[in-house]
């Protein structure tokens, strides 16, 4: 059996490889405002009795606990340009986590979540289900609401840098 020490690196290291999109998942209700960036949101299913999506988010997180206190949370697609504000809400800022939303333009969706301007895509969930592993809840939302941008390019995050998707020809 491998070092667990070398066995995390090796796996930090691989993981770095696969691009991703990044979102904010942000929340607001009884258990407070909060938003934290994100790279594992992905669909679940787009045919069951609601549309859903999951994401990952440490356990340690207040964004974690406020969305299972509020049971309902807003998966924010960055577009692009959004790199500051990826920045802001994974805490690589000076500015307090009370604080960020008072730097960023949002609204309110259909079930009071945050939903953050410029955004690619916003997608505003109910809390289905949440399963904590190890170091992080795995958040289940059922979507009640989308709204979508006229700029469809994402943020992207690989390499432990952020990126921009190029359309590779059909000879490429």
Do not use: K
């Amino acid at each position: 059996m491998p070092d667990t020490a070398d066995l995390r690196a090796a796996f930090l290291e691989g993981m770095s490889r696969a691009a991703t999109f990044v979102a904010v998942a942000t929340t607001d209700g009884e258990g407070g405002r909060a938003g934290v960036t994100v790279s594992s949101l992905t669909s679940v299913s787009a045919d069951g009795e609601m549309p859903s999506l999951l994401v990952c988010i440490n356990r340690q997180s207040a964004a974690a606990a406020a969305i299972l206190q509020n049971r309902a949370f807003c998966a924010n697609l960055l577009a692009e340009t959004q790199q500051d504000l990826a920045n802001l809400f994974a805490g690589r800022s000076a500015t307090d986590r009370a604080e960020r939303f008072d730097r960023v333009t949002w609204e309110a969706g259909a079930l009071g979540q945050p939903l953050l301007a410029g955004a690619t895509a916003t997608f505003e969930c109910q809390l289905a289900t949440a399963l904590l592993w190890e170091t992080h809840h795995i958040i289940v939302g059922r979507v009640v609401a989308v709204q979508l941008s006229d700029n469809a390019s994402a943020l992207l995050y690989g390499q432990r840098a952020y990126r921009r998707a190029i359309h590779l020809g059909e000879d490429s």
